[in-house]
């Protein structure tokens, strides 16, 4: 049996969802997800945000006002007690012609659904404040042919 890296694994957390869509055998031309522009940014309640987009559509689009960015890092210290201090931290940003929010997160869950998001990748952002709360990472090979 074959295992992979911890880095490289994707788990089902209560704040983080890693979904594998299937979708119809027929390729169409045009955007990969139905999201409204190239980076949507919809209100969520009050003082909350929904943010989707992929990176491949902002990096392709001719409009230079949509942005989207997720950063993370890790850390890993020894306390002077021997214990193992992990510290894990996510800076997401997006913007289009509206608006611009900006999220954080400590969540190692979160972390984990970023690091096999591909250019191909839908992600999904939910925030509340300046927390990002929730990201949801949609992957398919279904829907449209690449060159």
Known sequence: MKTQSN??????????????????????????????????ITAEGTNGWRVEGTLGEVRNSSNDAHRLMCQQSRTEATSSSGSVVRTTVVVCQARNTERTVTCLS????????????????????????????????????GLIKKA
């Open 7 to 40: 880095g490289r694994r994707m788990g089902i957390a209560s704040a983080a969802a890693v979904w594998v869509m299937v979708a119809g055998a027929a390729a169409y031309a045009g955007p990969r997800y139905q999201v409204t522009g190239v980076v949507s």
């Open 106 to 141: 400590t969540s190692a869950a979160i972390a984990d659904a970023l690091n096999g998001a591909s250019n191909d990748a839908l992600l999904e952002l939910h925030i509340s404040g300046t927390q990002c709360t929730d990201i949801i990472v949609y992957e398919s090979s």
